[in-house]
T-cell receptor
């Protein structure tokens, strides 16, 4: 079946620190992979996505590479800011456009 | 990207009343919409898949008579929480895919329901 396993949180980092949030997946087909971000009290917003192997999604300094060989889609940012404090969800869609499968979410708090 | 709008963003109601939440796709047609429930500090729980012109498909454990879903048009799905009780208090989020954005799902802003 399809599932997403995401790094447990919460994560607390100092401003300008390096961020990695691990995400691995299982899928029966060839999924599209996503990272969504949820700011306090809001819905989810797409952060970045990748639709095929070796694709790198990037946005707002965040990056994630679709690794088919390791079934991973780890989220990274070189220098986090206080405004990056949010909950991050890894997700897959298999087949693309079909039902989504979400990870449990990782809460990130960045302190000045 | 496509836009999904959800209304109301916050609602407070008395126990025993019914509450309707609307989810609209503003600039695309959505034959399928998804309703999620999110508990504090927890992930999204898929409640049901709303299909335009047909009955919704509910996930196991979700009471279909409690959470009525209607997908009357290609741009509107509604979730009605019937005879709400305090344990129904939660954050409800809808989403839809346009089929034209690499399978991306677009989310509404969410609706915070508080049942007194």
């Amino acid at each position: 079946g399809n599932s997403v396993t995401q790094m447990e949180g919460p994560v607390t980092l100092s401003e300008e620190a390096f961020l990695t949030i691990n995400c691995t997946y299982t899928a029966t087909g060839y999924p599209s992979l996503f990272w969504y971000v949820q700011y306090p009290g809001e819905g989810l917003q797409l952060l970045l996505k990748a639709t095929k192997a070796d694709d790198k999604g990037s946005n707002k300094g965040f990056e994630a590479t679709y690794r088919k060989e390791t079934t991973s889609f780890h989220l990274e940012k070189g220098s986090v800011q206080v405004s990056d404090s949010a909950v991050y969800f890894c997700a897959l869609s298999d087949p693309p456009g079909n039902q989504f499968y979400f990870g449990t979410g990782t809460s990130l708090t960045v302190i000045p | 990207g496509a836009v999904v709008s959800q209304h109301p963003s916050r609602v407070i109601c008395k126990s025993g009343t019914s509450v309707k939440i609307e989810c609209r796709s503003l600039d695309f047609q959505a034959t399928t919409m998804f309703w999620y429930r999110q508990f504090p500090k927890q992930s999204l729980m898929l409640m049901a898949t709303s299909n335009e012109g047909s009955k919704a498909t509910y996930e196991q454990g979700v009471e279909k008579d409690k959470f009525l879903i209607n997908h009357a048009s290609l741009t509107l799905s509604t979730l009605t929480v019937t005879s709400a009780h305090p344990e129904d208090s939660s954050f409800y989020i809808c989403s839809a895919g346009s089929g034209q954005h690499g399978g991306e799902l677009f989310f509404g802003e969410g609706s915070r329901l508080t049942v007194l």
